[in-house]
């Protein structure tokens, strides 16, 4: 696994009235700081990737259906440098991936609905300044197939 990614699994609490499902606490090993909350959806079959941040770390998690995760360790003086990560992350699958700083990650949307997911990054977005280095989703720079497949 990419040297400093956190991987945490979700514990979905049913009862009569729905479910309720804690993603990230103050007092968990992954917690370092909060910058903000937000939501994103992501379509079916679309890939929204790539990108690294310098400064913060992303916690995120697929609250409604499902996304292929693909993580690329870009830092030079990791241990695991050049590594992929794959995760197949969201209802049926209940993760929480922490991304930290200088690892390109993205997903694509794999359930015939779209995507939800939470993201409880350690920065809030700096509008001015921001904190993402992009590459295209298809870049050849970093050796992934973003073909659906099994996890």
């Known amino acids: ?9 979700l514990k979905v609490i049913p009862d009569a009235r729905g479910r309720l499902m804690e993603i990230l606490r103050c007092d968990d ?5 909060f910058g903000q909350v937000y939501v994103t959806t992501t379509q079916p079959d679309v890939v929204k990737a790539w990108h690294f941040h310098k400064l913060q770390t992303d916690n995120f998690a697929c609250v409604q259906g499902m996304i292929q995760v693909a993580l690329f360790d870009a830092r030079k003086d990791s241990p695991t440098y050049g590594e992929i990560n794959e995760f197949f992350i969201g209802v049926h699958n209940p993760k929480l991936i922490s991304v930290p700083d200088g690892v390109y990650h993205g997903w694509k949307c794999v359930s015939d609905e779209d995507a939800i997911i939470v993201n409880v990054p350690t ?5 001015k300044t921001p904190d993402e280095y992009r590459l295209p989703w298809n870049d050849s720079t970093i050796p992934y197939d973003w073909t659906k497949r099994n996890g």
């Open 1 to 9: 696994m990419i040297h400093e990614l956190g991987v945490k699994s």
């Open 29 to 33: 090993e992954l917690f370092e700081e």
């Open 123 to 127: 920065q809030p977005y700096n509008y």
